[in-house]
């Protein structure tokens, strides 16, 4: 595919957002070489491991003999849907009946697999539908053409004249499977991208369909397969015993008990900590609690979370590095005689993803064999080959599915993939599989930082924001990573200022403001990355500054959105389906709203609780989106329903705290997530759109917890500025 | 020692420690690998499996007290009542990792066996101790819904 015109399309597209910019800055600069390299076809050197090379059509797509369309996933399946998602636009052009689709993760190739908006392989940023769109399709069109030619071929009739339905080639009375033709289709030449007519959106049969079941399947049944599911023959299993505080190095260590218990085979330093090998998993744990272990905090982080945020605090009223400024927002503040000033607080929270972190690893000499789920391919390939001292080509990675990510499996220091490679090669030739328990995930760090706000507004006679200053102090997630070269310019990394630097909201005069601290603690993207903070602040503000003007929050919010038609439709929207100031609610109930732009896509939420003394229940929400064309409507909403729920957890309970250096919570008894009977009702409403698909599985995250917070606001007349939202 | 064990109705010798967690034993003694590990505290439900008909953490059930039960995991679900979840579960898509749902289905079968009428109520309570990240609730909560209809209309019907 021809990636300027991709880019072309996408930045055409009515809002993009900031990180999205980014990427296509990114991808745009630095990477363009690269990408105009990649489509379709993937590059002629690079052989797909993972099908029979007789039977592919390109890099996406083969088709066996017994009927069979074989699709290669270059995203990681982690339950979004991306299974789903890509194969969907590739039957689609292809004319493939749905039931004959099956799909598996493509193996470790950035020259075939890259993410067309990172120009790396990997999935996030709610990218993997918006930069594969086109080039899905083309796969899909150029397969179905090589079917064409080759019936073509074998029937000696024009391929003008052959029509494609349901996988079936016909002619006249003459018919074909997609199977039938197969081999005789791969060996067709690939054709030229510019020589594929695709279908207009009035064409589609699959795509924006309702009923197309998932083809991520097994999980109903316990039928597929996780990392923590791998077994290979002669396998170890590996637990690590970390340094209780982040930074700490083992003194000394006695492993003697250890390796006395049964099931124990070896023990022994790593970078990371104490690696213990079994037989198996009980083992590995028992014989880790046997060990003693002396460690070194002469280089740990020591401090607690108390401390962390005071200092915040205190940075917020000190003035930061400029990270977005229109006219002089801090003269006409400094000039009015009525500032609102809030300041808001956000803990450190864990991805919790439900399947703990886990990675199989094999090493021989110099090369590696790997398999997990893989959300970095590229950035885990590079990382694992420079360890080893080898080169990309001995690094195979087999992804499989991932039990959540939410952000935790793309780390970028490849941290728990480094770690099982480290152990493994230690026992050259050995498979082993590192699995943390959900206390070595809850408390291994990368996590979604802690950050202070304040926020300062002025307002004009009609009670519209005049000029607003913004300071935002907290850890850059971007600093020392090898995306930080691309994503921190100026002493601003984009991620922390997100969602604010670009809100939509007109206001004349305004300033936002950067302190990047640095702190020992590890962190790292979560759901929805700074919007997780950033949009809670803006919406909280809104609403503060609405009932200060005496308006109602949605009016206020559509007069500062006059320039925006796509967030006004979508809040409109909402707030119609929600019966926004039409339908009554009962004694001790409130009504909130939130809207906000992230990964290309727009939501808005509103929401009822009920509050009952210091206790409140979030009742409903009805969220409306706008995301370009909703290529399968039914997971579009479920990505909506999982990224309220995801965003709800952490607007009620989620809270990583530190006592001096050590983190308090382990587990789910202390580090409390969202369960069935907290969950709202959830009703998604999807804007009918054309327009290319933009991100689905992020942006219904930010709006949920300011949505609440307004909520309770309507209910209590207090402002909530900080999360987890408590009453008392 | 050697411990039996009767698991989807076929019988086990199993030679592990009296302590190792019924989990470790399906999963990594027998290959049975639907019973997922989440917590290892109870806390969670991804290692729910029917012990008797209720519905059970493995994660803190020793082999030692597994002994002469009726184990029954995700892969041994026979009842008509699970049959029903699991084609809901398809149905609406319920399933998003996936990661934590054998342990709801698990929990959720047992439910409709022992209540074929639940209400958003009954479902809260039965269904709370099985969290899912991917926050499938909703999903979930319908899928109940849509299966217990069949046994409740039939039953009703009959
Ligand atoms: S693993 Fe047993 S309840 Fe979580
Ligand atoms: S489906 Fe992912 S944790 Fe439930």
């Given at each position: 595919m021809n990636i300027n015109r991709f880019l072309k399309s996408a930045a055409g597209h009515q809002t993009v957002d900031n990180s999205r910019r980014s990427f296509l800055k990114v991808s745009a600069g630095t990477s363009a070489g690269l990408m105009l390299g990649v489509?379709?076809?993937?590059?002629?050197l690079a052989q797909s491991a993972a099908t029979d090379a007789a039977l592919e059509l390109n890099a996406f797509v083969s088709i066996t003999p017994d009927n069979v369309v074989k699709v290669l996933i270059?995203?990681?399946?982690?339950?979004?849907?991306v299974y789903t998602g890509l194969a969907t636009c590739i039957a689609e052009e292809m004319d493939?009946?749905?039931?004959?689709v099956e799909c598996e993760h493509a193996p470790a190739n950035t020259a075939r697999y890259a993410n067309l908006l990172m120009g790396q392989q990997g999935t996030g940023g709610s990218t993997a539908i918006a930069n594969s769109f086109m080039q899905m399709r083309q796969a899909g069109a150029a397969a179905r053409s090589m079917l064409v030619s080759a019936a073509a071929a074998q029937w000696q009739?024009?391929?003008?004249e052959i029509t494609v339905s349901n996988g079936i080639l016909t002619h006249g009375a003459r018919s074909a499977t997609f199977g039938e033709l197969a081999i005789a289709a791969a060996q067709q030449p690939s054709p030229d991208a510019e020589s594929l007519s695709l279908k207009t959106p009035a064409e589609?049969?699959?795509?924006?369909?309702?009923?197309?079941?998932?083809?991520?399947?097994?999980k109903h049944n316990g039928a597929a397969i996780y990392t923590q599911d791998v077994k290979l023959p002669g396998m170890l299993t590996a637990v690590v015993a970390h340094s209780?505080?982040?930074g700490g190095k083992v003194k000394s260590f006695d492993a003697g008990a250890a390796l006395a218990r049964?099931?124990?085979?070896q023990v022994f330093e790593i970078d990371s900590g104490i690696a213990v090998l079994a037989t198996d998993y009980w083992s590995a744990t028992k014989g880790r609690e046997l060990l003693s272990i002396e460690w070194?905090?002469?280089?740990?982080?020591?401090?607690?979370t108390a401390d962390i945020l005071q200092q915040y605090r205190g940075l917020v009223d000190t003035a930061g590095a400029v990270a977005e400024s229109h006219g002089d927002a801090e003269q006409t503040l400094a000039q009015s005689a009525d500032v609102t000033e809030l300041v808001f607080e956000y803990p450190y929270l864990a991805?919790?993803?439900?399947?703990?972190m886990n990675c199989v690893a094999q090493v021989n000499g110099t090369s590696a064999e790997m398999w997990y789920g893989c959300q970095s391919a590229s950035g885990d390939q590079a990382a694992i080959a420079q360890l080893l001292g080898?080169?990309?080509?001995?690094v195979k990675i087999n992804t499989v599915f991932a039990g959540g990510g939410f952000g935790r499996r793309a780390n970028p220091v490849s941290d728990y993939v480094l770690e099982a490679v480290r152990i493994a090669r230690q026992v050259q030739g050995t498979p082993v599989k590192l699995v943390w328990s959900r206390e070595d995930d809850m408390q291994a760090g990368y996590y979604r930082p802690a950050y202070v706000h304040k926020l300062s507004a002025s307002q004009d006679a009609n009670g519209k924001p005049a000029a607003i200053q913004i300071r935002v102090a907290g850890q850059s997630i971007?600093?020392?990573?090898?995306?930080g070269a691309m994503m921190i310019s100026n002493g601003i990394d984009i991620t922390s200022v997100e969602g604010l630097s670009d809100m939509?909201?007109?206001?004349p005069e305004r300033q936002v403001e950067l302190h990047s601290t640095q702190v020992g603690i590890p962190v790292q993207w979560w759901r929805s990355v700074g919007h997780t903070h950033t949009a809670f602040s803006k919406e909280v503000f809104i609403d503060a500054l609405a009932r200060k003007a005496g308006a109602d929050p949605v009016a206020y919010r559509l007069e500062l959105l006059k320039n925006n038609p796509r967030e006004t439709a979508v809040l409109q929207l909402a707030a119609e389906k929600a019966g926004w100031g039409t339908t009554q609610l009962p004694a001790g109930w409130g009504r909130g709203v939130a809207v906000h732009t992230s990964f290309g896509s727009t939501v808005a939420e509103i929401v009822d609780v009920s509050v009952q003394g210091n206790n409140f229940k979030v009742e409903r929400v009805v969220a409306a989106i706008d995301?370009?064309?909703?290529?399968n409507p039914s997971i579009v909403r479920a990505q909506v329903e999982s990224a309220i729920a995801y965003g709800l957890s952490a607007a009620l309970a989620d809270e990583v705290t530190l006592t001096a250096g050590n983190v308090d919570q382990t587990n789910f008894h202390t580090y409390r997530v969202l369960r069935m009977n907290a969950m709202p009702s959830v009703e998604t409403h999807i804007v009918p759109s054309t327009n290319p698909p933009s991100g689905v599985?992020?942006?219904?995250?930010?709006p949920i917890a300011p949505a609440v917070a307004n909520a309770l606001a309507a209910v209590t007349g207090r402002t909530f500025t900080r999360l987890p939202l408590k009453l008392a | 020692m050697p411990y039996l064990l009767t698991i989807n109705g076929q019988s086990h010798e199993i030679d592990v420690e009296?302590?190792?967690?019924l989990l470790w034993v399906v999963r990594e003694?027998?290959?049975?690998?639907?019973?997922k590990f989440g917590?290892?505290?109870?806390?969670?439900?991804?290692c729910t499996v029917q012990i008797d008909g209720v519905a059970t953490r493995?994660?803190?059930?020793?082999v030692a007290d597994s002994v002469g039960k009726n184990i029954v995991t995700i892969e041994g679900l026979q009842s008509p009542q699970a049959l029903a979840i699991q084609t809901a579960w398809v149905e609406l898509q319920?399933?998003?990792?996936?990661?934590c749902q054998s342990g709801q289905v698990v929990s959720a079968t047992t439910l409709l066996e022992q209540n074929s009428n639940p209400t958003d109520a009954d479902i809260d309570a039965a269904m709370s101790g099985n969290i899912c990240r991917c926050g499938t609730y909703p999903r979930i909560k319908a899928g109940i819904k849509m299966a217990a209809a069949q046994f409740y209309n039939a039953a009703g019907a009959a």
């Open positions: 489509s379709f076809n993937g590059s002629a270059k995203h990681l399946e982690m339950g979004q849907g493939a009946a749905w039931s004959q009739v024009p391929a003008s589609f049969k699959l795509i924006g369909q309702e009923n197309t079941l998932r083809k991520d399947v097994g209780p505080r982040f049964h099931g124990v085979r070194d905090d002469s280089a740990a982080e020591t401090r607690g991805h919790a993803q439900m399947e703990p080898t080169g990309i080509e001995h971007m600093a020392g990573t090898s995306l939509s909201y007109d206001i995301c370009g064309i909703a290529v599985g992020e942006p219904g995250t930010p | 009296g302590d190792m967690p003694q027998l290959n049975l690998t639907g019973t917590c290892g505290m109870a806390q969670c439900g991804a493995t994660c803190v059930l020793t319920v399933p998003q990792c996936g990661y």
